[in-house]
């Protein structure tokens, strides 16, 4: 009797022994996730996160949600291809309530958030890779987890929306693979107001059906809603960008004609294929442009795009290459440009198909796993960069140094150090290498010093210059500040009634308007 007490003891034990590392095994996405960015707690508020988050006074009441549905991102009135994303200020309003204005508790919730989309990950290639052994869809959800090309979504606070987008798709994705097609079309409705890239969602279901379902399984009707809100939301994008934006984009991609983009076009994608297969050299701007038809970057890219697109069709893996393409698409510059020609993290939801293409045999597991090594260290160092503001503005820049954007970066560090002379060798940087020289914000900064340096009449001409090619509100009250100290009273009504037009829920402009009322 005891020793049959015993062996059923022991034999619990060997099961419960065995559940704990099947449990362990399938939260390794999870565990990786944590580990990767467990350092990014320590990231202060960088880039946009200051206009976004550090100074939007929409985030710090309740009562502002309605102005957060009618208001860009970074704080004016909507206006045609400017960001529009609510749902992501909704949840930077959420965490302001729980953690005030601390990077730390904003950088939790993207942790908490991205972990969420791993799951999901995890559960979509669960579903799709049926006939595959069990370990196939989680080391292919770790590689997601551990994958450089999310730290601009997770690291980076102002990449939140790109964080919500591709979460609310996998959830839909999800969802419609359980068949609750109503469910997975709210989600979808969530990925759109979170960044307008998720449009292309649809096409996933469409391929699903018509690749990866045999005919008597196929089923259109429910997918249908989901092409007419997708035609809807983007038609009036295509409007409000074309018709409806007072404003001139700036990148040398925008700058160039339509065939330098389709030329750029092979580039770009391998580009992106190298960065999934191979990160390395990491930053935040690309801005190369193909010109040449005769040039290597377009022949060479082409020929190694048929080749890849050769693979796939040959293992019959159609649905995967359609995808990343199909998913690509909104980021190629074929239907609008855009400000950069590549970044990282366009690349986070059309790698879903490239995920979908895990070789099975158990052999290969071993180069899975140095893969995974690879890349949760570039995944951590990488996220060393960006703990000090300064130093990973120096090493973006080198990476591009026609980065405009980056320049200004280096020259507003600089200035915060007291470093005027470099800050403005800097500003003049900016705006020599921007295209047409029309980078509003590097006007804006260099008139700051020249301010800090006495010199007003020369301030206010670069503030003005400013507003004309990129009316800000940081412009407006920088503007103001220097016709107040040169005390052109009627120029300050002028312009703070402008400003108002603009910005009409600005606490600054709105306390100016009240201030002068009392002047007679």
């Known amino acids: 009797m005891f020793c049959r007490v015993l062996e059923r003891l022991r034999l619990w034990f060997v099961r419960f022994k065995n559940m704990k590392k099947k449990l362990l095994f399938q939260l390794l996405p999870i565990l990786a996730a944590l580990g990767c960015y467990v350092n990014s707690l320590s990231v202060p508020f960088i880039w946009d996160d200051e206009a976004m988050i550090k100074n939007n006074e ?134 759109l107001f979170s960044k307008e890239n998720m449009i292309v969602l649809p096409f996933f279901m469409l391929g699903h059906q018509l690749l990866l379902l045999s005919k008597e399984k196929r089923s259109f009707i429910p997918i249908i809603p989901f092409f007419v809100l997708m035609l809807a939301y983007g038609l009036f994008r295509l409007y409000h960008v074309y018709y409806g934006s007072p404003y001139v984009l700036i990148s040398p991609i925008a700058f160039s004609s339509l065939t330098d983009r389709l030329l750029t076009v092979p580039e770009i994608i391998v580009t992106y294929l190298r960065l999934f297969f191979l990160p390395y050299d990491l930053h935040m701007e690309y801005l190369f442009v193909t010109r040449s038809w005769l040039s290597w970057s377009f022949i060479g890219c082409s020929l190694l795009l048929l080749l890849f697109a050769g693979i796939l069709l040959k293992y019959k893996k159609a649905f995967n290459l359609l995808w990343f393409l199909v998913a690509l698409a909104p980021v190629l510059h074929i239907v609008a440009p855009l400000g950069a020609t590549l970044r990282e993290h366009w690349l986070v939801l059309p790698a879903l198909g490239l995920l979908l293409l895990p070789v099975y045999q158990k052999k290969l597991m071993p180069v899975l796993i140095v893969f995974i090594c690879f890349l949760s260290y570039q995944t951590i160092t990488r996220n060393f960069d960006w703990q000090v503001p300064l130093e990973f503005y120096r090493h973006d820049v080198q990476h591009e140094p026609l980065s405009f954007l980056l320049h200004n970066n280096v020259g507003v560090e600089e200035m915060r150090r007291g470093n005027l002379a470099e800050a403005k060798k800097y500003f003049q940087l900016a705006i020599e290498v921007s295209p047409g020289r029309r980078y509003g914000m590097a006007y804006s900064n260099l008139g700051v010093v020249l301010q800090l340096e006495g010199n007003f009449s020369e301030a206010e001409k670069y503030y003005r210059q400013a507003l004309y090619l990129n009316p800000d509100a940081d412009s407006y009250k920088k503007l103001i500040n220097v016709l107040i100290k040169t005390n052109q009273l009627a120029e300050i009504r002028k312009t703070v009634q402008e400003s108002l037009i603009r910005y009409p829920f600005d606490s600054v402009f709105l306390k100016l308007q009240e201030d002068l009322k009392k002047i007679p």
């Open 58 to 191: 929409l985030i710090r009441s309740w009562q502002n949600i309605p102005q957060i549905f009618l208001s860009s991102s970074f704080g004016g009135l909507w206006r045609g291809s400017e960001f529009y994303r609510p749902i992501q200020f909704l949840t930077y309003l959420i965490d302001y309530q729980l953690w005030g204005n601390t990077p730390l508790g904003f950088h939790f919730t993207n942790i908490l958030l991205f972990l969420i989309s791993v799951f999901l990950l995890q559960k979509i290639l669960t579903k799709m890779l049926v006939e595959a052994p069990d370990w196939v869809p989680i080391l292919a959800a770790t590689i997601y987890a551990v994958h450089p090309m999310n730290i601009e979504v997770v690291t980076y606070l102002s990449g939140r929306g790109d964080l919500l987008g591709v979460l609310f798709s996998f959830a839909s994705i999800y969802l419609y693979l359980c068949s609750r097609s109503a469910s997975a079309f709210i989600f979808f409705a969530l990925a």
